[in-house]
Each structure stands twice: as C-alpha cells, then as structure tokens.
C-alpha cells in the first residue's frame, strides 16, 4: 500500500504560479506511474498531466500543455506539478494517483491522496 500525501495548494490570482507535490510513503513509489487528476466543482476527475516511473515519459491534456510541468525525484519519492500562467478554471481539487502505467482512465489508478485545493482569483 503507497500512501500519497498532496501539497501546495492555495490562492493565486489568475497568472500566478503554484507547484504541487506528492510524497509516497513508501521506496515502491519509483515503480509506479503518477497521474494528477483535478476535480471541479460538478465535475469529473480529470487526468491533466502523468510522469512514467522513469520520468522519461509523459502526458499532459491539451488545456494545460505548455502551461504545467510534471516532474519526479524517485529519491526523495516526490513527484512534483509545476503550474504556471494560473487560470480561474484551473480551479479544482487536485489529486495524485499511482498507477502501473501512464492511463487515462482513473480506475487504473490503484493509489490516490487526498487532494489539495487550488483557486485561482480573476
């Protein structure tokens, strides 16, 4: 069981900046795929930026491309979410998952953490 603990969320106007971070509680981290997802107000998870457990690979969907930037330090078992040039629809809960592999539907993620809220002010 890897425990996944989000930070780094806050209040920022739109334009501003912010990096996520999760941290695993467990060294079997570096085995996994980490997906952040978001979550809005009546709305779906939605997956917007993976790192393969190599950080060689990636994915981002297109509504953050060139925007945000996913990282991975396996030695200190931190995956980080940097996020620039904030949008007030970026605005949503946003959650670390592990998963085997880069995928794109949530139930391929076997571990999550509790999320981190993000609100971005206009």
């Known amino acids: 069981q890897v425990q996944l603990v989000e930070s780094g969320g806050g209040l920022v106007q739109a334009g501003g900046s912010l990096r996520l971070s999760c941290a695993a509680s467990d060294r079997t981290f570096s085995n996994y795929a980490i997906g952040w997802f978001r979550q809005a107000p009546g709305k779906e998870h939605e997956l917007i930026a993976a790192?393969?457990?190599?950080?060689?690979?990636?994915y981002y969907t297109d509504s953050v491309k060139g925007r945000f930037t996913i990282s991975r330090v396996n030695a200190k078992n931190t995956v980080y979410l940097q996020m620039n040039s904030l949008k007030p629809e970026d605005t949503a809960l946003y959650y670390c998952?592990?998963?085997?592999?880069?995928?794109?539907?949530?139930?391929?993620?076997?571990?999550w953490g509790q999320g981190t809220q993000v609100t971005v002010s206009s």
């Open positions: 998952a592990a998963s085997d592999a880069i995928n794109m539907g949530e139930e391929n993620y076997k571990f």
């Open positions: 790192i393969a457990w190599s950080g060689y690979s990636t």
